[in-house]
């Protein structure tokens, strides 16, 4: 590598799988000394793919499998990687960045992509760190922690050490309490059962994954997990911790006390009550900060527009003008990784605009509804947008009138709905003026491919809602719907579509390992890897038409 004269220092905190994203787009500056780039990582491991973590921890996935980058490559081409330290503190005024050990390293453009840590509920028998305005540990290791780790028998599910925890559990057979029925809890819980643990979700509300299903799909979602063997036990507010000693003296997780008395037994306490963003090294830089570090639409800190921030720990929101209203925007991190590999797709090419003037300066791309899908064998799930309006609500109506008033199409929202919970099947579709707003779909999979096709594209549903459904009948006929059409997305997370595995099968990779390599479609949440399949056995003996490449 020979550096440019006037080559810019541009440092990057965080190697999780957005930050080694932002390095691998990056390698082409480095490589020709435009840029000099170093990585600060507090884990000592390269960077892995957090998202599929608990594929890991049950025993589904080795460690290989999780890589997402090539650390070697990048340290050829001149990247300094610095793992397993932590940056202590931003000194803006000097442009330096201090690490706990003790040294300083100069930037010109710094860029922050610390992630999220997982929420630690307020629980009596379990010590809550309150991070306002306090410094990172000089302890790598310790920076979640802080030095009160959680009691012995309870974890969360955010790194390697924390799958290993899980993954003993899972081996032997042991009962896992679940606290928290989110994605990643009912995933986990669903993955452990099938594995041959014992295991229990326990949440406060009425339903699993009340943030992303109606009641009607949260149902059917709940019942089709207790015939998978899970224990699901909901209305259920936790509110301490029951010990017992183990040999060496050491108090150790025993029952889940919940607020109507209820003791929930088990050998591992799985907290999965959500993330927050790391922003305290951004707040004691007096950065502005909310949820997330607050970056505009160019993902520079509304502060220092040196620094910019990118995937769970970046709140993107318009600066406020001078004399604007000072609240804090609404809104906050996206938290899936889809959203923050494009930021780091971005960001890394805007980089090399301004550099050395190639390419071409594009906004970053609004962002989209988010696909919410849940991983586990023989349950499928698929939320996505507006799911809240109910068939006979009329508060549908009055969010259609405030939608006039606001300058929207006034036409009234329409909800169809069907459901069969004996089978664990449900659709429920919200459109206006017959565009589909948002659904959800239970064990269906290939209307929930059909209906994400139809929401992507903003197409008009069929008038008799029926025939969607026929999608997972005993006729199904693939040539009927356009799941397979050449620009229909299949990996969310990476934007890849039909015809770009289309293209890649005829180059010579018909296997979801070598489809995954060549366009990186699975190397993200991992729930596209049937539609993959479906891709490669559709197209198999066919050629895809010319031009169909996404």
């Known amino acids: 590598?020979?550096?440019?004269?006037?080559?810019?220092?541009?440092?990057?905190?965080?190697?999780?799988p957005v930050g080694a994203r932002f390095v691998d787009e990056l390698l082409p500056l480095v490589r020709q000394g435009a840029a000099i780039l170093t990585v600060v990582g507090a884990e000592s491991a390269d960077a892995y793919n957090r998202v599929l973590i608990a594929e890991y921890a049950v025993g589904n996935a080795d460690r290989e499998s999780l890589d997402i980058t090539d650390t070697l490559a990048a340290r050829e081409a001149g990247v300094h990687l610095r793992l397993g330290l932590s940056v202590t503190a931003i000194l803006r005024s000097r442009r330096a960045v201090s690490l706990s050990d003790d040294t300083l390293l100069r930037y010109d453009r710094l860029v922050l992509a610390t992630g999220a840590r997982a929420n630690v509920p307020t629980l009596d028998g379990v010590t809550r760190v309150h991070r306002d305005r306090q410094a990172p540990p000089a302890d790598a290791a310790t920076l979640d922690t802080s030095g009160a780790p959680l009691p012995r028998g309870v974890t969360v599910l955010r790194d390697l050490d924390d799958a290993q925890r899980v993954l003993a559990a899972v081996t032997a057979g042991a009962r896992i309490v679940v606290l928290g029925a989110g994605v990643l809890g009912v995933e986990i819980a669903l993955a452990a059962a099938t594995a041959g643990a014992q295991a229990c979700v326990v949440y406060h509300g009425e339903i699993p994954m009340a943030r992303n299903l109606d009641r009607g799909g949260g149902s059917v979602l709940a019942q089709?997990?207790?015939?998978?063997?899970?224990?699901?036990?909901?209305?259920?507010?936790?509110?301490?911790?029951?010990?017992?000693e183990d040999d060496d003296g050491v108090d150790r997780f025993d029952a889940l006390i919940c607020a109507d008395g209820k003791q929930i037994h088990g050998d591992l306490l799985l907290l999965s009550?959500?993330?927050?963003?790391?922003?305290?090294?951004a707040q004691l830089a007096a950065l502005p900060v909310s949820t997330g570090i607050l970056v505009d639409e160019n993902l520079q800190s509304w502060g220092d527009p040196r620094i910019y921030a990118i995937g769970d720990c970046a709140h993107v929101a318009p600066a406020p003008r001078a004399g604007a209203s000072t609240a804090l925007p609404s809104g906050g991190p996206s938290g899936l990784i889809g959203p923050g590999w494009r930021q780091a797709d971005w960001l890394a090419a805007r980089f090399t605009v301004e550099m050395v003037g190639r390419g071409a300066a594009l906004p970053l791309a609004a962002s989209v509804s988010a696909v919410v899908m849940l991983k586990s064998e023989g349950i499928d799930v698929v939320s996505v947008g507006n799911t809240g309006a109910d068939p006979w609500d009329r508060a549908a109506d009055n969010a259609s009138i405030d939608a006039h008033a606001a300058g929207c199409s006034g036409a009234p929202l329409s909800v169809s709905q069907w459901a069969d919970p004996e089978h664990g099947r449900y659709v429920k579709m919200v459109t206006r003026d017959g565009i589909l707003e948002g659904?959800?779909?239970?064990?269906?999979?290939?209307?929930?491919?059909?209906?994400?096709?139809?929401?992507?594209?903003?197409?008009?549903?069929?008038?008799?809602?029926?025939?969607?459904?026929?999608?997972?009948?005993?006729?199904?006929?693939?040539?009927?719907?356009s799941a397979f059409d050449p620009g229909a997305t299949v990996c969310w997370c990476n934007g890849v579509t039909v015809g770009?595995?289309?293209?890649?099968?005829?180059?010579?990779?018909?296997?979801?390992?070598?489809?995954?390599?060549?366009?990186?479609?699975g190397t993200g949440c991992g729930g596209c890897k049937m539609r993959i399949i479906d891709v490669l056995e559709r197209f198999a003996t066919s050629e895809p038409a010319a031009g169909t490449a996404g």
């Open 1 to 16: 590598m020979s550096e440019h004269r006037n080559s810019e220092h541009i440092v990057l905190v965080g190697y999780g």
């Open 224 to 244: 089709s997990a207790r015939r998978a063997g899970v224990t699901m036990v909901n209305h259920s507010r936790a509110e301490s911790l029951l010990f017992h």
């Open 500 to 521: 770009a595995i289309a293209d890649s099968a005829a180059a010579g990779n018909t296997s979801v390992a070598c489809i995954s390599s060549a366009t990186r479609a």
């Open 439 to 481: 659904f959800v779909c239970v064990g269906m999979p290939r209307t929930a491919a059909e209906l994400t096709l139809l929401f992507e594209r903003g197409s008009e549903l069929p008038a008799d809602r029926s025939v969607l459904l026929r999608y997972d009948g005993p006729d199904y006929e693939p040539s009927a719907g």
């Open 273 to 281: 009550c959500g993330v927050g963003a790391r922003i305290e090294l």
